[in-house]
C-alpha cells in the first residue's frame, strides 16, 4: 500500500502496484485484474524485476537502519 512503504521500492506496472490502503479492496481489485489481463511474458518480467528488487532488500540491513535510528533518537534525546 502507499501506507506500508511499498510504494517506495514499487515501480507501478514493472514489479508491482500500489493501492492507496489496505482498505482499498476496488482498487485492489483492478489492480489484480488488470495484472491477470497481461501477457504471460509481461508478467514474468514483471515477476523477475520482483525478486530482484527482493534480493537486495536483506532483513539484517533493516534492522541495522532500525536500530540507528533508534540509536541516534536515544542520544539525541539523552542530548537534551
Not at 29 to 50: F, K, N, Q, W, Y
Not at 55 to 72: G, H, M, P, T
Request: net charge negative; with cysteine; aromatic share 4%.
Amino acid at each position: 500500500t502507499a501506507t506500508a512503504g511499498g510504494a517506495d521500492i514499487i515501480e507501478v506496472g514493472r514489479n508491482g502496484y500500489v493501492i492507496p490502503d489496505a482498505w482499498a479492496v476496488d482498487a485492489l481489485a483492478e489492480s489484480i485484474d488488470h495484472h491477470l489481463g497481461l501477457p504471460v511474458e509481461t508478467r514474468e518480467a514483471m515477476s523477475e524485476d520482483c525478486w530482484r528488487i527482493a534480493s537486495r532488500l536483506r532483513v539484517e540491513d533493516n534492522a541495522k537502519q532500525v536500530a540507528d535510528v533508534f540509536q541516534e533518537v536515544l542520544l539525541e534525546k539523552n542530548a537534551a
